[in-house]
């Protein structure tokens, strides 16, 4: 990898979050990791939710689950940072993530769980896998949105109904699992407080849809996904040889242009690039702690 085209892509390709994220890496400090809770509560609105392509496929201003849990996922970076460790880091990213429960309720249904996406967004551009917005609650987000709150220190009077959501759904899992699911369900019982419980449903990953347990060809998570630091307890489900083996394809496929590619049709230039600059800081992440 040539860590030095990586930023210079990011420099002029990224959009001011992706540029904040990949400085905590290099340059870690408290200011730093601040600024970043900052820039996120630029996407925030009047409901207490985030929007306004915060996650690049859906152009909506109008919150959305899939925003909260695309900005937990930035908030936990910031936990995994060196600057993580910092008690005003830790205050700001609690406060922040608190503050998104609100919205969450007022979008969570009967039993507990949360959509994916709202209908609204198919008044607006976004990339075609997202259809007509029409998504069933699951858990994806729901068990990712608990685990992103729990690991920020929330305690809300919500969690407990979204977590006994996320038992019922991940005891009747069964047959064909798709990754992005299991990779919500696997990070809900890493982050749940009953380790008994959690011990009593473990998901195997051998075989589930959209994912490349070795690198392969189209759309797919990979181990990385679901453990991209090598401190992450996920890493222990995967044979060592496909993290190895993902390590080197994703150092491979750095572009002439010092960025990361992404193996699917965002809705737009916009998006595409800025879809490549989050690609650009997760392998220069990725990269330099492994």
Not at 18 to 29: F, I, T
Not at 157 to 173: K, Q, S
Request: charged letters at 20%.
């Amino acid at each position: 990898m040539d860590h030095a085209r990586a930023h210079a892509f990011l420099d002029t390709h990224a959009r001011l979050l992706e540029r904040r994220l990949a400085l905590l890496w290099s340059r870690p400090d408290p200011a730093a990791a601040l600024a970043i809770v900052d820039v996120l509560a630029g996407y925030r609105n009047a409901d207490g939710g985030l929007g306004h392509a915060l996650e690049p496929d859906v152009r909506a201003p109008h919150s959305q689950p899939l925003a909260v849990d695309f900005a937990l996922g930035v908030l936990g970076q910031v936990l995994d940072s060196p600057a993580g460790s910092d008690a005003a880091v830790r205050r700001e990213v609690a406060g922040f993530a608190e503050s998104l429960v609100p919205y969450l309720e007022s979008v969570t249904s009967p039993d507990g769980g949360l959509p994916i996406v709202l209908p609204d967004i198919a008044d607006h551009a976004r990339a075609e896998h997202w259809g007509d917005g029409r998504f069933p609650v699951g858990l994806n987000p729901t068990a990712g949105i608990v685990a992103g709150l729990r690991k920020a220190g929330v305690s809300a009077a919500w969690l407990d109904v979204a977590d006994e959501f996320c038992r019922v759904r991940i005891e009747a899992l069964s047959g064909d699992v798709d990754a992005h699911t299991a990779v919500n369900a696997l990070h809900f019982l890493a982050t749940t407080p009953d380790r008994e419980w959690a011990g009593r449903h473990g998901l195997s990953v051998e075989d589930l849809s959209l994912f490349h347990l070795y690198p392969g060809e189209g759309y797919g998570l990979t181990p990385l996904d679901f453990a991209p630091l090598p401190t992450d307890p996920l890493r222990s489900l995967f044979p060592a040889d496909a993290i190895t083996a993902h390590l080197t394809a994703l150092a491979a496929a750095q572009c002439e242009d010092g960025g990361w590619p992404v193996s699917w049709q965002p809705p737009g230039p916009a998006a595409t690039l800025e879809w490549r600059g989050i690609a650009t800081a997760a392998a220069l992440r990725i990269l330099t702690t492994d």
